[in-house]
């Protein structure tokens, strides 16, 4: 977060090795913190993404979601998913998708409309704008863009 050209700490999106270690949890907060500071100079509160947040949405929402102490899900060195948990990827034109994917057996399907629930839940609270769909295979996926000017 403390750079805004993509170099520094880097939440965890989903697609990677589990994130872990008392390091971690300390570049963490130090980011999260760095946010909601950077919110406060810019927008004059921490209910509104600042501009950097709708230039690099993907890496701002993860972090959201990583500092509320939702668990990303994770990949193997063989990129085989081995950790039920929120995914974040790029959506369509100026929106993100949040996905709660899992390894086969994980039960990530059927605790996947309430999970992305609270998710949207969380980014709402920091201005982001969330709507929950039911995509290919009856999966559901959480659409998140940039707050609507004016609401």
Known sequence: MTDPQGRGFEPSTGDGPEPAGPARAAELRTAYEGLLQIRRLLTGGTSAPAPWELRMMPRAVALVLEAAGFPPSAVDAEGR??????????????????????????????????????????????????LLYRGPRGRRFLEVGAPHPGG
Do not use: I
Not at 108 to 130: F, I, M, N, S
């Open 81 to 130: 998913r081995c950790r039920a948990g929120y995914r974040v990827a790029a959506g369509a034109e100026g929106l993100v998708e949040v996905t709660w994917p899992g390894p086969p057996g994980s039960g990530a399907a059927a605790e996947e409309r309430e999970r992305l629930t609270a998710c949207a839940a969380e980014l709402e609270r920091h201005g982001w704008d969330c």
